[in-house]
């Protein structure tokens, strides 16, 4: 008798019958990966370690009531919710009422301060960003050849751009050593570009995973990509991971993209769209040529209906005597200048006759003479007043003069230097002195202490007085 067989259903539901009556209600530490915040307000979520992980879902009411606000991608947190099983996967799932945080995790602290540090080096400075081409010929993609994301991607291509060449650098996109592999795929890009190589050369360089949690993605939170990516010369969009999934590889692109496809779709114009506008410009063009055709002929028929096409011969006449009337105006002109010069030149020589000269200079001569006998009278007077003004500063000179005072029996007595004695300190023992006298000077010696005036000898008599010794 054959085995009797459980269905796939019955064999899930069982599971969840042992699964909620055996453990129920059960406290979980971990962290956050994979966080999905749908539009009904549910929020579907991963739970993991260091060893395993955990599919958990909060609904809408337990995500407004129990802390589902604090969710995030790496946070640490502890939660309070039902185990079950999820007959339609056949998954094991945390039904999630309750959410405390337990801080960040150790995968989302080391993102936060690879950030924080590369943002201080200027790598995701926007003015190191490089624009898109508009029209790239040649796309290099870095991804995985067996990922979804590569075939997304193609199918935009084919889509949109099958003229576009694209040339895959194919890479790991997980593990270890992945991180290696991607950015040596964006540095030959970039050299290859660089040494015009037709073989390998780009427009622009799509960096490409699919979707996954934090610990999936982190090949692209690696320094060695961010830093690639930072340096290559060839624009780089990052499309990696879904539009909530943020690397450090995209901070550093030139471009990112919420996803592979996005990318596709950014990189490469679509040719309908193109053809579209080619003919836009093409119709734009014959406009404007028609217009200056239409232009060209109107001022031909102008010029064709026009005064000088109806009488040349008339239009000529015209312009004959137009320059007739020049010439006569110009005939009179010269006459009239000729007319006014003999005139000046007549009169300038009427004033060159003899007679005319000789009155002339006679006049002058006799200007001269009045001239010079006012100067020498202004010259005696001055000199006059100029020896008077002398005699008197003679006179006082010979009053108020050392001669004068010389002269009434005073001397002067003067030191070496020549410089008048004011007092007889200034002439100790020894000193050569010269006294003037009226009539011419005799030198001396001191040869003794100064002798008292009459004043002080007899308020303090001196037993013995020094002398001048003459010679």
Sequence with gaps: MPPRALTVSALTAALRSLVEAEIGVVWVEGEVSNLRRQASGHVYFTLKDEGAQIACVMFRMAALTGGGRILADGARIQLQGELSVYEARGQL???????????????????????AKLAAEGLFDPARK?????????????TSPTGAALQDMLQVFERRAPYVRLLVHPVRVQGEGAAAEIARAIQDFDRWAQAGSGRGRVDVIIVARGGGSLEDLWEFNEEVVARAVAACRVPIVSAVGHEIDFTICDFAADVRAPTPSAAAEQVAPEAAGLRLRLAERRERLQRRLRSWVEEARARLEFLRRGELARGPRRRLGEERQR???????????????LEGRRAALGARAALLQPQTLRAATAAARLSVAHLRQRLEAALRRRLEAERARLSRVQSLLRVLGPQATLERGYSITLDPAGQPLTSVAQAPTGTRLRTRLADGEVESEVIGPPAPTPAAARDNPAPDAGGIRQS
């Design 323 to 337: 320059l007739d009337l020049l010439a006569e105006s110009l005939q009179r002109s010269v006459r009239a200048g």
């Design 93 to 115: 799932q945390l039904i999630v009422r309750l959410v405390q945080p337990r801080g960040l995790g150790a995968l989302q602290a080391r993102f936060e301060a690879l950030k």
């Design 130 to 142: 490089v624009p898109l081409p508009a029209l790239p010929t040649r796309i290099g993609l870095v």
